[in-house]
Structures are given as C-alpha cells and as structure tokens.
C-alpha cells in the first residue's frame, strides 16, 4: 500500500490519538498509548517516539482539544496517565429554530456517519483487547462521511490524496463524444450540486476541469503516487468556475403518463394533452447526460420525443440497467 504525504499520515495519526483517548474512561500510560496507536508503534525507538507524542499532544490542545495529565494509580503518581476531558470536548446543549432544523434536515441526506476504519479501528480493537474499559457514546460523530451518486467519486478522491495519475472514459458534454482521458488530478470540489476534479491533463499538457457524472465505467490507476505535485496556488472552486461553462438551456418535449413526472410537470413551460393517458411536457434542460439520468429513474412513465441525443442517452441508460439486471438473473 502507497504510503501517505506526511501531511495526511499527520492527520491520521492524530485523529487516531483522539479516539483512542475518547475512549478510555481512565487516563492511559503512553506505552499503552503506543501499543493502541499504529503510527507510534511504526516508530524505531523509544526517544523518537516521545519526541512525536510531545509534538502531537501540543497540537490538540492548540486546536482547542482538552488533554489533560493525571496519574493512573492514585498511590504512584510516578507515572502520568493521558485522557480527553469528555466534558469539555462535548458540545452543550444546543436549541435550533425551526429553519435551521429544515437545514439540517436537507444535510443529513448528504452527510452521514461513517464506520471507523483501517488504522482507527485497529486501535479500538486493541485497547478493547488490553482490557481498557469502551465508552462508545463518546465516538459519535467523529468522522461523518458525504455519500454520493456518483460511482467515479471514491477512485477519484483516493487518487487526489495519493497524487496517483488515472484513466478513464469521458463523454463530453457538448458533443455527446466518449474519449478516454489520462489525468494528474489536483482536487475535488461541489459546484452548483456536482462534483468536479481538476487536475493536468496529460493528453492536452493542460489544465482541465472535469464533471465526476461524466466519467462512465472505471476510473483506473495511471502511475505511481507521489508521481506529480499539486500547484501550491491551485484553488479548485476558482478553477471550476472559468472552465466548467454550463450550457444555455434548450427545449425537450416529453410525453408523460397521467399522474407521473409531477417534478418535471413543475418545472414545465407547457403541458398539454394526448389522450387520456398521456401528457405532452415541454421543459427546458441543459445538460443532456445528467437530464437523461433523471428521466431513466421514471422508467416507463417517460418517453423522449425530443430532442435526439437526450432520446439516445435515455435509451443508453435502460439498456444498460437492463443488462446489469440480466447479469444478475444468471
């Protein structure tokens, strides 16, 4: 496995510190803390590890996270004994209007908790075998994860934190043409609800901004980590914005069943009747693969008549959710 930038590897080390002394009701020695800790137990000796864990207990009281000294056995105070002040570390009690609970609600659809992992859980399980008492109320809402939709979006982000160059397939937006794309991706950024990497690409010596629901099938590896640096001025959003031009809007006539499509009925500059079991819906779109994933949810309900490409990505997407479920039969 790819070691981490040292900046990450950070990161990691003292997030896993935290939890492993959230988790203690009792302080702990720093063997034990050594023990729980993977990154401190990579270490080659003792001094260097005292000299990391000095260093690192000075940061998360500067961050504001209360580490506090005791001694582990009342009658030896030889030996200091390190825990988080959970009372201090805790939130008080907070009061929301109800505007702000409509907020909230909107961002629990997009943010929750994640499962601890990797190294963390690894330092869970061995304070849990060393016999030192779980107080598990305290790990809540330690590390909260964005789900999205789109399935380029986890290969992407771990090659932005690798600095690892990927291949993939891209279908443009303006053309409706599949190309394959060889990128350094830089970063990763929400804009105007999608997700974008930017990155150099390798193909045009160029920056270039792409959208994550573009990308179709896998996003493959296309080098070794650490192969290529980030710009230090690189500021993503920015970037995003000059290149990620969105197209002006353009007209599609739909023929919806009656009672079905009422989001589309509401954004619709007309609607008139067929028959008695279907409507005529004129709404405008601007970006035909992203419009085409939506009608492809109605299924049956919705049928394409215009224009020809929003048809074809449409068809595209049934056939080949008619495919995956084929392959799931046999």
């Known amino acids: 496995m790819a070691a981490l930038p040292a900046a990450a590897a950070k990161t990691e080390r003292l997030l896993n510190l935290v939890i492993c002394l959230l988790y203690t009701r009792m302080p702990l020695t720093k063997a034990r803390i050594r023990s729980a800790v993977p ?66 609600g ?6 929750q908790q994640a499962s601890l992992a990797g190294p ?33 979006f986890d290969a992407i982000k771990d090659a932005v934190v690798r600095r690892q160059p ?15 794309r060889h990128l350094q991706p830089w970063a990763m950024a929400s804009w105007h609800g999608r997700w974008y990497v930017t990155g150099f690409d390798t193909d045009r010596g160029a920056p270039r901004v792409f959208r994550l629901s573009r990308i179709e099938g896998s996003v493959a590896t296309d080098g070794r980590p650490g192969s290529y ?24 006539v739909l023929r919806v069943r009656v009672g079905a499509g009422n989001s589309l009925r509401r954004r619709a500059r007309t609607i008139g009747d067929v028959d008695d079991h279907w ?27 215009q224009p020809p490409d929003l048809q074809e990505a ?11 479920h084929e392959g799931e039969g046999r």
């Open 39 to 104: 990154q401190y137990g990579e270490t080659a000796s003792v001094e260097a590890f005292d000299r990391m864990f000095e260093r690192d207990k000075d940061e998360l009281r500067d961050l504001g996270i209360p580490l506090v000294t005791e001694a582990v056995d009342p009658l030896f105070d030889d030996e200091p004994g390190y825990r988080i002040d959970r009372r201090e570390y805790a939130l008080p009690e907070i009061a929301f209007a109800p505007d702000e609970l409509a907020v909230l």
């Open 106 to 111: 909107l961002a629990s659809r997009a943010w």
């Open 120 to 152: 963390a859980a690894q330092a869970l399980r061995k304070l849990e075998a060393a016999g030192v008492e779980r107080d598990d109320a305290s790990l809540i809402g330690i590390e909260p994860r964005l789900r999205t939709t789109e399935p380029a």
């Open 166 to 180: 990927v291949t993939f397939t891209y279908r443009t937006a303006r053309s409706g043409d599949v190309r394959t």
């Open 229 to 252: 640096d980030v710009p230090a001025d690189h500021e993503p959003t920015a970037m995003i914005q000059t290149m990620a031009v969105e197209r002006d809007p353009q007209p599609a």
């Open 279 to 305: 409507s005529l819906v004129d709404v405008d779109f601007t970006d035909a693969e992203t419009f085409a994933e939506e009608l492809a949810g109605f299924g049956p309900d919705v049928v394409v008549e």
């Open 314 to 324: 449409v068809i595209r997407r049934l056939k080949g959710a008619m495919a995956e």
